[in-house]
């Protein structure tokens, strides 16, 4: 079941602070929205994730197949807080972020800010969706 999902944007990795383990995925501005929206990813451990995609859907991996296969192969952590990520682009692929939460922001930040490690809350813009469960 699907957490999050926005099927009909471009959304990229912007950013990402190895210090914080922090990951942005941002939808930049257009002419037909005057927002961008942010993905911030907390607790990163691992990403197996194209640099941009179409579309996006975020769900918790359920598949113990599949669960099993990236912690064999690539080490991924479901235990305690961690959650499998599993992202969908709007063409079916899937790709896996390991990681503790993510929110989901509008804001309009500039093309060159960043939304990670910022202590000023008010700049994030409108929280749309915050998943920690």
Request: charged fraction near 25%.
């Amino acid at each position: 079941m699907a957490i999050y999902s926005n099927q009909n944007q471009e959304f990229q990795i912007v950013d990402f602070s190895a210090t914080h383990s922090q990951l942005l995925l941002r939808s930049f501005k257009t002419k037909d929205r005057e927002y961008n929206i942010d993905i911030i990813v907390k607790g990163v451990g691992l990403l197996l994730l194209p640099t941009s995609f179409l579309g996006i859907e975020i769900s918790l991996l359920e598949n113990k197949e599949t669960i099993s296969f990236l912690k064999d192969k690539f080490s991924f952590n479901n235990e305690y807080d961690n959650r499998i990520f599993s992202i969908k682009d709007n063409q079916g692929r899937v790709y896996y972020i390991n990681a503790l939460c993510f929110g989901v922001y509008h804001n309009k930040l500039d093309i060159l800010e960043t939304s990670i490690g910022r202590y000023d809350m008010e700049s994030l813009g409108e929280l749309e969706k915050w998943y920690a469960d």
